[in-house]
């Protein structure tokens, strides 16, 4: 679907089913060399790799507009094809290695994340940016040669048709209020700054699907009405001595049965499972009568204590005896942090008072919750993380290609802007960070220096030509700026086709990266 729409769009522009198919075969070889990598490599796909072959196609489809852009031009010159094909791919090489070897740091960045799945994502796409370098300068090129246009006033004409000058109005407040636009980027920073401080992240299953899907729903019906169904699984590890009897048995067994009648009394618990549920009651008092039934129930501990090691409630090895209590939380509107944050306090004050008694035991909190709030706190660890490692390569690389510090630097802004405009606007509507939205700042810091790169390349040898910077701007918006505002509407459109999925992390990384496609645009011709 989302290589179907890109390719509608792509022959609104050109007008022309010989441009688009060339266009589509260029993208297919790079989309099916990166499919088949997955494939030799015995990867199985999952539901975020499956976003790597259409970004791959996408990003494929935008390089040959920006080399069917740079051909039309070739052709309006020099009126011949063979000519107009090598003039093309001397155009556009520079701009087409320096985008996808930036965009390949972009993605790589995402190695640095904990979570496989977005590991696994930034090594394919990084690595398939080798796939679309190989499709645009070999592919693309050698189609062109053996499928030559009949005539060149048809591409002449389709290129004036489509050449038109938009960009004249965006190119004169740009240039004649550029202080104006600098206020307004600076302006900006601390709001979207504080957004940015404000986000929050989320891995519950209500945030992975849609609200109305039918598993949702069950969910909250049978939380609602049933019972709980979220797990906190507690082990209680107690240490062995050397001779132990039934009684070391029962005096473990008390201390588990304490902590499960105050778990009990959480407001957020509602049912607790250990192995003291199958026993009988245990005396709280020291009266002869009561010491008879500790020696009676101990006995029947150590009777039936593989009858408990068999349905997973009690555990022993030479080291240790550990003992397991399952309990059930409610998960709607639950607050993980702070509720492991109490569950902590409770256990560990128990735990210190029964080791102050002689007893050594350690405890190990796990499960469904400690989970889900693990994985929610690497999602914004994930975040930082990669994003600071996408903004040091790509950087580093716009210096050392610039041969500039500053103006390696000043050419990160346009890639950074994005990120942290999309994000603060996150961070202040509350829309909490996925598995989906964590990629999208490094593929976007990656993907919009396409662009960038695009832009400087053309600004570099107009000011080579006229030694005037708002003539080496007014050169570079004439030959590439209708080629970036196509490949950002052809990129996001083709994006957005994962709106639709009921998988909500794969829907979010659409509309996000859409909307940071047409902020990148902003970002490189105004910025």
């Known amino acids: 679907g989302s290589a179907l729409l890109g390719l509608i769009v792509a022959w609104l522009f050109l007008r022309s089913m010989r441009m688009v198919t060339i266009v589509m075969i260029t993208a297919v070889v790079a989309w099916s060399a990166s499919l088949s990598l997955v494939y030799l490599s015995g990867t199985n796909m999952d539901a975020v790799l499956l976003l790597m072959p259409a970004l791959v196609f996408v990003l494929t489809v935008c390089g040959g507009m920006h080399f069917t852009n740079y051909h039309a031009d070739a052709v309006a010159e020099l009126g011949e094809n063979q000519a107009a094909v090598a003039m093309a791919l001397r155009r556009g090489w520079l701009p087409c290695v320096l985008s996808e070897l930036t965009t390949a740091f972009g993605l790589g960045s995402l190695l640095m994340s904990e979570l496989v799945p977005v590991r696994k994502f930034g090594f394919f796409a990084a690595v398939s940016m080798a796939f679309i370098m190989f499709s645009l300068l070999v592919v693309w090129p050698a189609l062109m040669s053996v499928w030559p246009a009949r005539g060149t006033s048809a591409i002449v004409t389709t290129r004036k048709e489509r050449s038109s000058h938009w960009w004249r109005p965006l190119y004169l407040v740009a240039t004649r209020f550029p202080n104006a636009w600098l206020v307004v980027f600076v302006a900006l920073l601390p709001v979207c700054g504080f957004g940015i401080s404000q986000l929050r992240t989320s891995a519950q299953l209500e945030?992975?699907?849609?609200?109305?899907?039918?598993?949702?729903?069950?969910?909250?019906?049978?939380?609602?009405?049933v019972g709980s169904l979220t797990p906190v699984e507690i082990e209680l590890r107690f240490e062995r001595n050397a001779i132990e009897d039934a009684t070391v048995l029962l005096q473990q067994a008390e201390v588990v049965e304490r902590l499960r009648r105050e778990l009990l009394e959480s407001p957020k618990v509602d049912?607790?499972?250990?192995?003291?549920?199958?026993?009988?009651?245990?005396?709280?008092?020291?009266?002869?009568r009561d010491l008879l039934m500790r020696r009676v129930i101990a006995t029947r501990l150590e009777k039936h204590r593989d009858r408990l090691e068999e349905i997973q409630f009690l555990h022993s090895d030479d080291h240790f005896q550990t003992w397991r209590i399952s309990t059930r939380v409610n998960s709607l509107d639950l607050d993980y942090g702070k509720f492991l944050s109490e569950l902590d306090r409770q256990v560990n004050s128990l735990i210190e008072e029964v080791n102050q008694d002689g007893m050594k035991v350690t405890v190990n909190v796990c499960g469904g919750v400690p989970l889900i709030y693990i994985a929610q706190e690497q999602l914004l660890k994930d975040l930082i993380k990669s994003f600071t490692t996408a903004f040091f390569l790509v950087g580093l690389t716009m210096v050392v290609l610039n041969r500039s510090v500053l103006g390696g630097l000043l050419s990160v802004i346009p890639n950074v802007f994005p990120v942290i405009v999309a994000f603060g606007v996150m961070g202040l509507t509350d829309w909490p960070i996925d598995i989906g939205t964590v990629m999208t700042a490094s593929v976007a810091m990656g993907i919009c220096d396409d662009d960038t790169w695009h832009f400087l390349v053309w600004f570099r040898r107009g000011f080579l030509r006229f030694g005037s910077n708002r003539k080496a701007v007014r050169f570079a918006y004439r030959h590439c700026a209708t080629a970036m505002l196509e490949t950002s509407i052809i990129c996001g459109v083709g994006l957005l086709v994962f709106v639709i999925s009921p998988f909500t992390p794969i829907a979010r990384f659409g509309l996000v990266m859409a909307l940071l496609l047409a902020l990148g645009l902003l970002g490189d011709l105004v910025f």
């Open 207 to 225: 945030d992975l699907l849609s609200p109305n899907s039918s598993a949702v729903q069950s969910y909250k019906w049978l939380q609602e009405h």
């Open 271 to 288: 049912g607790v499972i250990s192995a003291t549920t199958f026993a009988p009651t245990l005396p709280t008092t020291h009266s002869a």
